[in-house]
């Protein structure tokens, strides 16, 4: 909903892509000879395949036929996608179509037993242009209400919540660094549990994950600004972000740490001098603490991977790569960069609709990178630690491990570790 509605509704906002569809349709109609369309329903996966990322993933996907032929792809506001195509053979955007099912092929929308018509509709606008022509009308109707309502909303007074940010540039940058540079950063530093669930049921702590939460960040240092729109841009912030909260550990958090944390790190910080006065400080507890590294990041340079993940072995510090999903997981295999531990984002819509194909996929997935190295994040409820327990999973993090630590040391009479 909230990449719906990530634009402002006033005199100068751009044609939505439902009325561009629209445009389109309109134009083509005395020119229909060569032209299909396809309807992908991607507004009917599971809310986890619906993230704006997986989307984008599916609509550059068909970047071939868009930049070098006179095909459009349009990203609906309800998460659907629609391309229509000029003068390209049906096998060929076939192809495309199947390689974006595969990219979802653990969501049960793209089961075997499931028709195809259910993951997209096709069109040949030669035979049947007016029905195309009726499904761009009523989408674009659609939208058109949405922005009406919004419309009214303001002219009342009242705030759009999705009121669009201001873009993150060098300027803003470098004036969000200072800040962050003088801000007291214990009190943006949050932590989240990771446990370990014995073969008795009983869970212990594995690890306790220390990081800075953005949103908090943002609130206090940069309200109304985009920081994560720019990649590179945001990738500097969050390097000012490691040597902080370095600092920040070594002063306020290292000598009460009880048992093993963690520390989400780039792997171009590992290779400051910031980190290297951290190690100094850890002494002999390396190998109590992990580091966490981002998959984007090792995957977007891998020979700094190889020398910071050497430089941490050689004094005795864990690795995590961090990221992972099931649909990331079917393009690339991470065991070769050998890690201690994967962070897999195994939400709750993986324990339901499950079809018994799927399930041994899944359990194959966790056995081939190592049942002792999988943790399982973003887990909110007994379910999910029950349905990764049937996969062979013991190690889990999120907001529900977190109440089950602190169920624990009440029981036992402690403090929250």
Known sequence: MADMMSNAVGSNMEPSQEKLLLDQVNRVN???MGRLAVHLHLSDLLEYYRKPYHIRVAARSFDSIVNNTESQAYSLANGDLIVMS?????VELQSIVTKVRTLFKNDPLTDDDVPDENFCTWYDLNRQYDNFHILAQNLAAIEAKREQKIKALEMRGKKVASAKEVPLDPKTLDAICNS???VDITHLVRTQSAIKIGSGGAGKLLFKEFFVSIKDLKARVAPGVDLVGGKWLFQHLTEVLDRRILLSFT?????KLGGSASINLNLSTVMMNEFDIFD????????KIVIEFQNMDVFGNMNLYLEASAKLRERGYKILIDGLNPLSLQTFDPTALDPDFFKVNWGIQHTHGTSPQRFEDMKDMVKHMGHDKVVVAHVESEEAIRFGLTLGVSQFQGFYTDRLISAMANKLGKKTP
């Open 180 to 182: 962050v540079e003088r």
């Open 86 to 90: 000029k003068d390209v053979t049906p």
């Open 251 to 255: 002063k306020q958090f290292l000598g």
């Open 30 to 32: 005395r020119s229909r």
């Open 280 to 287: 100094e400080a850890v002494g002999d507890g390396q190998k």
